[in-house]
T-cell receptor, first 114, second 109 residues
Framework: DAGVIQSPRHEVTEMGQEVTLRCKPISGHNSLFWYRQTMMRGLELLIYFNNNVPIDDSGMPEDRFSAKMPNASFSTLKIQPSEPRDSAVYFC????????????FGAGSRLTVL | RKEVEQDPGPFNVPEGATVAFNCTYSNSASQSFFWYRQDCRKEPKLLMSVYSSGNEDGRFTAQLNRASQYISLLIRDSKLSDSATYLCVVTSPGDKIIFGKGTRLHILP
């Protein structure tokens, strides 16, 4: 089992540029979560999907952020245009159907917006 | 009131000592509870689930107090390798999984 796979691991970009973060959940897991982590705010839930359908996006900071899950094996989080305050580590996590509510995280994407 | 609150620490504890930290949650309808561990510059990983009856896994004991809306983690005979940030996790109705900001633990040799 390859676990949750995120890319890129690191991204440095300039303010105003579009950023796309990618996630491949564990095969067979039906829920996917996007979190953002900063020193100041900790881990914040941005959005989560059940069976590829967005369930709660109330944590998405503003319209510059969007997330999609076109199929069970792929999700993207897009920031357009990016701003320096978006700098953070973005984690994707998936959860299986066992009912245990346990999340498995990817290694994260560290984003720096200059 | 924040949904999940933890003392950020750091807790500096000598090796071999016992350390405990709590976490409070605001939603009385919360359904499931966990402790995760996060090492520096790594992703969070499940440490243990927390059950109403309390549960133990080796040197680690977790307890839930629904009446007072807090969960606790006790680490006995602490090891240097226990140094990490411990994240309290609560699942609320509607299936939102909310993390506390974490408690930093440093085990001193």
């Amino acid at each position: 089992d390859a676990g949750v796979i995120q890319s890129p691991r690191h991204e440095v970009t300039e303010m105003g540029q579009e950023v796309t973060l990618r996630c491949k959940p564990i095969s067979g897991h039906n829920s996917l979560f996007w979190y953002r982590q900063t020193m100041m705010r900790g881990l914040e839930l941005l959005i989560y999907f059940n069976n590829n359908v967005p369930i709660d996006d109330s944590g998405m900071p503003e319209d510059r952020f969007s997330a999609k899950m076109p199929n069970a094996s792929f999700s993207t989080l897009k920031i357009q245009p990016s701003e320096p305050r978006d700098s953070a580590v973005y984690f994707c996590a998936s959860r299986g159907t066992s009912g245990a509510n346990v999340l498995t995280f990817g290694a994260g994407s560290r984003l720096t917006v200059l | 009131r924040k949904e999940v609150e933890q003392d950020p620490g750091p807790f500096n504890v000598p090796e071999g000592a016992t350390v405990a930290f709590n976490c409070t949650y605001s939603n009385s309808a919360s359904q499931s509870f966990f402790w995760y561990r996060q090492d520096c510059r790594k992703e969070p990983k499940l440490l243990m689930s927390v059950y109403s009856s309390g549960n133990e896994d080796g040197r680690f004991t977790a307890q839930l107090n629904r009446a007072s809306q807090y969960i606790s983690l006790l680490i006995r005979d602490s090891k240097l390798s226990d140094s990490a940030t411990y994240l309290c996790v609560v699942t609320s109705p509607g299936d939102k999984i909310i993390f506390g900001k974490g408690t930093r633990l440093h085990i001193l040799p």
